[in-house]
């Protein structure tokens, strides 16, 4: 049986973070999950996913360089990237360029990752972009 959920990727190369993202978000999504933007690239090209959710610090490819990448591509993927603390102005000139919908900090909590990407959609819709509290 189909499921009607939206389909949402999750990148990121620590396979504990990918058990938690995909526990926290397979209630609302059918979670599909990688460790790498090359394969990520390849399964985005099928066009089924909705949602995007990477890491920033990843081997090769970063999360910010993957966004970057497919932002003109898919128009309306949501965009949303996990990231540390540092490279918060890095971030925030890839949002005004549209390159993301929205982003989290670590140590992630499942309840604003949930209203991160719920602002993405928002965001990616064509609402004004309000950064998240830095904490």
């Known amino acids: 049986m189909a499921s009607n959920k ?7 190369d620590e396979p504990d973070m990918l058990d938690f993202l ?3 978000l397979r209630r609302q999504f059918t979670v ?4 790498s933007a090359e394969t ?5 090209s099928t066009g089924e996913y909705e949602v995007l959710v990477t890491d920033q610090k990843m081997p090769k490819v970063s999360g910010l360089e993957l966004l970057e990448r497919i932002a003109d591509r898919y128009p309306s993927l949501v965009r949303v990237l996990i990231s540390g ?8 000139r890839a949002v005004r360029k549209s390159t ?3 982003y989290i900090l670590k140590p992630v909590d499942s309840r604003k990752l949930l209203r991160a990407i719920e602002d993405a959609y928002e965001v990616r819709d064509g609402k004004p972009f309000v950064p998240p509290e830095l904490e």
Request: hydrophobic share 45%.
């Open 6 to 12: 939206p389909k949402l990727l999750v990148v990121d």
């Open 22 to 24: 995909e526990r926290v």
């Open 32 to 35: 599909s999950r990688t460790s």
């Open 40 to 44: 990520a690239l390849e399964l985005l």
């Open 85 to 92: 603390f540092t490279e918060v102005p890095e971030i925030q």
């Open 100 to 102: 993301i919908h929205n």
